[in-house]
Nanobody, 124 residues
Framework: QVQLVESGGGLVQAGGSLRLSCAASGRTFSNYAMGWFRQAPGKERAVVATINWSGDSTYYADSVKGRFTISRDNGERTVHLQMNSLRPEDTAVYYC?????????????????WGKGTLVTVSS
C-alpha cells in the first residue's frame, strides 16, 4: 500500500503561482511513477503532469506546457507541481497518483493509488 497526501492548494488570482506537494508513505517510493491529475466540475479526471521513478523523464499536458513543472525527491518521498501563470481554466481538484512502474504514466486509469486531492481555484 502507498498513502498519498496532497497539500498546497488554495485560491489565487489569474497570473499567480502555487506549488502543490504530495507526500508518500508506505512502500518504496522510488519504485513508483508519480503524476498530477485534475478534475474540474462535470469533467473527467485528466492528466496534468507525470514523472518516472528516477525523475529523468516527464510528461506534460499541452495545456500546461511551459507553465507547470513536476519534480520529485525520492529521499524525501515527495513530488511537487510548480504552477505558474495560472488561468481560471486551471481551476480543479488536483490529485496525486502513483503506479508501480519505471515508465511515465499518462492514463489516470493506470494509477494504482490516489490521494484525496487538493482544490485549486483561480479567479479572473
Amino acid at each position: 500500500q502507498v498513502q498519498l497526501v496532497e497539500s498546497g492548494g488554495g485560491l489565487v488570482q489569474a497570473g499567480g503561482s502555487l506549488r502543490l506537494s504530495c507526500a508518500a508513505s508506505g512502500r518504496t517510493f522510488s519504485n513508483y511513477a508519480m503524476g498530477w491529475f485534475r478534475q474540474a466540475p462535470g469533467k473527467e479526471r485528466a492528466v496534468v503532469a507525470t514523472i518516472n521513478w528516477s525523475g529523468d523523464s516527464t510528461y506534460y499536458a499541452d495545456s500546461v506546457k511551459g507553465r507547470f513543472t513536476i519534480s520529485r525527491d525520492n529521499g524525501e518521498r515527495t513530488v511537487h507541481l510548480q504552477m505558474n501563470s495560472l488561468r481560471p481554466e486551471d481551476t480543479a481538484v488536483y490529485y496525486c497518483g502513483a503506479r508501480y512502474t519505471s515508465a511515465v504514466v499518462t492514463d489516470p486509469a493506470a494509477m494504482n493509488y490516489w490521494g484525496k486531492g487538493t482544490l485549486v481555484t483561480v479567479s479572473s
